[in-house]
């Protein structure tokens, strides 16, 4: 059975930092993308946002515009795992935060909803003006 194993998450205010981890197998987490998805309060779960992915081998990593340069995604090999730090959060940050695994050997990243195949259990983030 494969799991994401997500930790981190919390309260903070407009401004804060937070930091996610994804943690998974060995094999879901090699040569794979690997991305973190925000469900914003009140929207569906497959209307999730994708904020940042990344391509396990050669570090290519893909953001939203509206995250760019506050959000950081970046992995660690020997834990098998995958963090999201964001930085200058802001209330429109609040929500559930999943981190998603695509098929390993499918290939190619990205922030589509669609590729991913494996998901963690979600993590709430909260964020006051």
């Known amino acids: 059975q494969v799991q994401l194993v997500q930790s981190g998450g919390g309260s903070v205010q407009a401004g804060g930092s937070l930091r996610l981890a994804c943690t998974t197998s060995?094999?879901?987490?090699?040569?794979?993308?690997m991305a973190w998805f925000h469900q914003a309060p009140g929207k569906k779960r497959e209307d999730s946002e994708g904020?940042?992915?990344?391509?396990?081998?050669?570090?290519?990593?893909y953001y939203h515009g509206s995250v760019k340069g506050r959000f950081t995604i970046s992995q660690e090999n020997a834990k098998n795992t995958v963090y999201l730090q964001m930085n200058s959060l802001t209330p429109e940050d609040t929500g559930m935060y999943f981190c998603?695994?695509?098929?390993?050997?499918?290939?190619?990243?990205?922030?589509?909803?669609?590729?991913?195949?494996?998901w963690g259990q979600g993590t709430q983030v909260n964020v006051s003006s």
């Open positions: 998603a695994a695509d098929r390993p050997g499918d290939g190619g990243c990205g922030l589509n909803y669609w590729r991913f195949d494996y």
């Open positions: 060995e094999y879901i987490y090699t040569k794979n993308c």
């Open positions: 904020v940042a992915a990344i391509y396990t081998v050669g570090d290519f990593t």
